[in-house]
């Protein structure tokens, strides 16, 4: 029914959405074409909408952190755009993730272009309240500096949590231009905060040329391991899996992932492209082996969608953050339902 009673029905169309257990889920796309209306990621409910929210995707743009090519700020409106056609069921894992919790689209945090340490820390704010109040969150950058106020977010409310980092790129190197916070050395502080558990803490899909061998050994000295994109061309997607899922146990886990962790050719939106990467089906097949997992919080960055073509980048980053949803819908054995 129409909040509005003197506007056409037609208008008050976007109020007609898929309601299952109780928890609001997208726009109907069988009564609303999912092209119109307001894109929020999945086609998802605000959270202004909802009493409580069990998951949110929050969109975060922002890239002053970037060491080459600008442009994640865009990120969050090209993931959301692409993401309208995502559907409500996701057979690969056998969930539907909006129905057995109550997810929504949180909006934008407005984030300080000019000043870093401004805009880290009201994103740490931000993520810190929803954390606490019980929700746990999707973040769609920006560039990959926002991981650090993320773990910082989820470390406060669960202690210091294991890590998996999908990316080309270590991201522990110490400074860029004497600047301590960049897209290039979230991970270093992390370690230097203890905010992560530095027993299970590992990479996923690096490669590419680096400043020295002393890159690698101060990653191992901080306690990373490395399963590098060609470990998972030759070891397969099973192995990584199983070597990961060691790693974390059942400790709080939070996944990053950095969308250059793909092959240019599956990502070429993206500002520091490395060749050699992992295909979408491969990084998607891994996320999925680990479900079941003690997942706290989970983003994805570095969509920068004026080097995108087709969509390409968007479309496999809004299945990334889909299937990372769909994740959080099986912790405890799975709230989620068919
Ligand atoms: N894409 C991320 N997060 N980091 C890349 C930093 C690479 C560099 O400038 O050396
Ligand atoms: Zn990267
Ligand atoms: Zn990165």
Known sequence: ???HPHLPASLSANAARVVENGFTGPVNSALVPRYSGPATFALLP???TVEHADVAILGAPWDAGVSFRSGA????E??????????????????????GMQVVDAGDVALNPFNIPEALGVLQDTATSLVRGGTSLVTLGGDHTLALPLLRSVAAVHGPVALLHFDAHLDTWDTYFGAEYTHGTPFRRAVEEGIVDTESICHVGTRGPLYGHRDLEEDRRFGF????????FRQGVDEIVARLRERVGNRPLYVSIDIDVLDPAHAPGTGTPEAGGLTSRELLEILRGLAGLNIVGADV??????????????V????????LVSLLALRDGGKGTR
């Open 1 to 3: 029914m129409s909040a």
């Open 46 to 48: 605000g959270i202004e």
């Open 73 to 76: 700020r865009f990120g969050p």
């Open 78 to 99: 090209h993931i959301r755009s692409a993401s309208r056609l995502l559907r409500p069921y996701n057979p690969a894992l056998d969930v539907s993730p909006f129905a």
């Open 225 to 232: 391991g490395i399963l590098t994109s060609a470990d998972v």
């Open 301 to 314: 960055v570095e969509v920068a969608p004026a080097y995108d073509h087709a969509d390409i980048t968007g």
């Open 316 to 323: 496999a980053a809004s299945h990334v953050a889909y299937d």
